[in-house]
Nanobody, 115 residues
Framework: QVQLVESGGGRVQPGGSLRLSCAAS????????TGWYRQPPGNQREVVAT???????NYADSVKGRFTISRDNAKNTVYLQMNSLKPEDTAVYCC?????????WGQGTQVTVSS
């Protein structure tokens, strides 16, 4: 069983930055595929960024150049550094982990970008 706990959300003005963290329980974190997803108000969940066990990353076009996903296997944690935030980045952000073909989700953290 894997539990994921996100933190770091909040309210920020346009152009600001936030760093989200997702701490994972369970063993062998280094082999997990992980990612960040978001669900804007009234919309479906969408992928933001992913990072696999080898450290390869992928980003949604809407966040390329602004967001950076990373992981620290020693701390069982995946991060999402978000810069130059826009109002359209407002959403509940969730992390996802896949281990041995099983998908796990965190509860999510709210990010609100507003002046």
């Amino acid at each position: 069983q894997v539990q994921l706990v996100e933190s770091g959300g909040g309210r920020v003005q346009p152009g600001g930055s936030l760093r989200l963290s997702c701490a994972a329980s369970g063993s062998m974190f280094s082999i997990y595929s992980t990612g960040w997803y978001r669900q804007p108000p009234g919309n479906q969940r969408e992928v933001v960024a992913t990072i696999n066990a080898g450290g390869n990353t992928n980003y949604a076009d809407s966040v390329k150049g602004r967001f950076t996903i990373s992981r620290d296997n020693a701390k069982n944690t995946v991060y999402l550094q978000m810069n130059s935030l826009k109002p359209e980045d407002t959403a509940v952000y969730c992390c996802k982990a896949i281990r041995f073909g099983i998908t796990y989700w965190g509860q999510g953290t709210q990010v609100t970008v507003s002046s």
